[in-house]
T-cell receptor, first 111, second 114 residues
Framework: AQTVTQSQPEMSVQEAETVTLSCTYD???????LFWYKQPPSRQMILVIR??????QNATENRFSVNFQKAAKSFSLKISDSQLGDAAMYFC????????FGAGTILRVKS | NAGVTQTPKFQVLKTGQSMTLQCAQD?????MYWYRQDPGMGLRLIYY???????DKGEVPNGYNVSRLNKREFSLRLESAAPSQTSVYFC?????????????FGPGTRLLVL
């Protein structure tokens, strides 16, 4: 069975600085998709970024980018120029034939 | 365009009571899903419906039933609620049930079973 591990239960970052959230996964499949979802206090799950496993180029969405290392089964999220509105729980998720979530990382942003 | 909506937002039940959580999407998506979220854990799949007229079990289906009423609506029923079903429930939808799918989530229903 596929598993997703987020080893950092909680992270803190100063406003305007950069932070990286870690994610590793376990799978025997070669074709799959990876996602980062943001869950603010409102509980709404918001898609942040998506990576297709067959693409070598790392996905980027404005201040959010990923470091996808397929051989290492690693999928980290980098947030640049952190803002107060980035404070939330972040979930890494793997989709082979069903969506599997990690346990989440709480990100706190200090002003 | 409301996306995915869920009702109610919050509910308190007594052990043994039944209730139905409602979910609707207006994105014309084929696939719909029900998840539960417990503290310290990510979302876990309860049931899903790949298309209208079909439903399948997910990771944690025990104690739940679902109905895909039409393409827009997918309900989750607790026949006899138990304290272990205290959780936050999310409905999601996606355009097709393939690996490319991006799932879009509703705002969640917080359920407390006493």
């Amino acid at each position: 069975a596929q598993t997703v591990t987020q080893s950092q239960p909680e992270m803190s970052v100063q406003e305007a600085e950069t932070v990286t959230l870690s994610c590793t996964y376990d799978t025997s499949e070669s074709d799959y998709y990876l996602f980062w979802y943001k869950q603010p206090p409102s509980r709404q799950m918001i898609l942040v970024i998506r990576q297709e496993a067959y693409k070598q180029q790392n996905a980027t969405e404005n201040r959010f980018s990923v470091n996808f290392q397929k051989a290492a089964k690693s999928f980290s999220l980098k947030i640049s120029d952190s803002q107060l509105g980035d404070a939330a729980m972040y979930f890494c998720a793997y989709n082979g034939n069903k969506l599997v979530f990690g346990a989440g990382t709480i990100l706190r942003v200090k002003s | 365009n409301a996306g995915v909506t869920q009702t109610p937002k919050f509910q308190v039940l007594k052990t043994g009571q039944s209730m139905t959580l409602q979910c609707a999407q207006d994105m014309n998506h084929n696939s719909m899903y029900w998840y539960r979220q417990d503290p310290g854990m990510g979302l876990r799949l309860i049931y899903y419906s790949a298309s209208e007229g079909t439903t399948d079990k997910g990771e944690v289906p025990n104690g739940y039933n679902v109905s895909r009423l039409n393409k827009r609506e997918f309900s989750l029923r607790l026949e006899s609620a138990a304290p272990s079903q205290t959780s936050v429930y999310f409905c999601a939808s996606s355009d097709m049930r393939t690996r490319q799918e991006t799932q879009y989530f509703g705002p969640g229903t917080r359920l407390l079973v006493l």
